[in-house]
């Protein structure tokens, strides 16, 4: 994979969908690492996925999310 910086990464990454009625995003056990390479995070509707021009990982989100 190349990062928009042109640096290539090599990475094993893996996707889990949940479905819930409704969670609302919460740090209260996240380590500080986390803390400090997470700079925001909330929940995005298929529809705001759609018309985001964010980068999104996996940039195929929407297919999965139709499975």
């Known amino acids: 994979m190349k990062l928009p910086d042109g640096e290539s990464v090599i990475a094993d ?4 969908i949940v479905r819930m009625d409704k969670v ?5 056990a996240w380590s500080a690492l986390e ?5 925001q995070h909330r929940w995005w ?3 705001e996925l759609a ?3 964010e980068i999104v990982f996996p940039e195929n989100l929407l ?3 139709k499975t």
């Open 24 to 28: 609302a995003p919460d740090q209260a």
């Open 35 to 39: 803390m400090e390479v997470m700079k």
């Open 63 to 65: 297919e999965i999310l």
């Open 13 to 16: 990454e893996r996707y889990f």
């Open 51 to 53: 018309q985001t021009d």
């Open 45 to 47: 509707t298929p529809e």
